[in-house]
């Protein structure tokens, strides 16, 4: 079975500050990661994939997030938070192999202040 | 089509009614999957399709929801005889197999009166 934890449903920041959003899986097997953005009344836009490959992976606008086998994460960060930002964010896992399904955590909003 | 679409945008039905909710895939995304997000449980995995192979429906909370996917493109779930507590946002995604990565439809609304 595989599962998610996000570590706090909201969070806020000033705009221009360092955005962190944590998330912990686990997983039987080795794990795709994934980030995803939710705007009001809008589906859900893929931020970045973790797949294998590089442990640090960039993804849209301006967000990367590291895998951490040894801590079991994949924290989502951005040097300088946006208005734009302010959204909310899930963290998803799924099997390796062919394309499966996701397992989403429970979401972090995101609240971005001047 | 650039994208995943879904209709309708929004649905009210009465209680004990069916509904349909339709699917329109990313053209050539052999993998379909529906989720479904309320408040109560987030955002849950209900059913996928990939390409011929039998659905895995492990997702499906009861026997009065079911998907079928018609020539490996568009998509329909229904729910019969409805409850309150399928209220919620149906999200359909697509995805092409070997890319892992799924892309979501806007959603529907589903509102039980």
């Known amino acids: 079975a595989q599962s998610v934890t996000q570590l706090g449903s909201h969070v806020s920041v000033s705009e221009g500050a360092l955005v962190l959003l944590r998330c912990n899986y686990s997983?039987?097997?080795?794990?795709?990661l994934f980030w995803y953005v939710q705007y009001p009344n809008q589906g859900l836009q893929l931020l970045l994939k973790?797949?294998?490959?590089?442990?640090l992976v960039k993804g849209i606008n301006g967000f990367e997030a590291e895998f951490k086998k040894s801590e079991t994460s994949f924290h989502l960060t951005k040097p300088s938070a946006h208005m734009s930002d302010a959204a909310e964010y899930f963290c998803?896992?799924?099997?390796?192999?062919?394309?499966?399904?996701?397992?989403f955590g429970t979401g972090t909003r995101l609240q971005v202040t001047l | 089509g650039a994208g995943v679409s879904q209709s309708p945008s929004n649905k009210v039905t009465e209680k004990g009614k069916d509904v349909e909710l339709r699917c329109d895939p990313i053209s050539g995304h052999t993998a379909l999957y529906w989720y479904r997000q309320s408040l109560g449980q987030g955002l849950e995995f209900l059913i996928y399709f990939q390409g011929n192979s039998a659905p895995d429906k492990s997702g499906l909370p009861s026997d009065r929801f079911s998907a079928e996917r018609t020539g490996g493109s568009v998509s329909t779930l229904t729910i019969q005889r409805t409850q309150q507590e399928d209220s919620a946002v149906y999200l359909c995604?697509?995805?092409?197999?070997?890319?892992?990565?799924?892309?979501f439809g806007p959603g529907t609304r589903l509102t039980v009166t």
């Open positions: 998803a896992v799924s099997r390796t192999g062919t394309a499966s399904k996701l397992t």
């Open positions: 997983s039987s097997v080795p794990p795709y």
């Open positions: 973790y797949t294998s490959a590089a442990t």
């Open positions: 995604a697509a995805g092409s197999g070997g890319a892992y990565e799924q892309y």
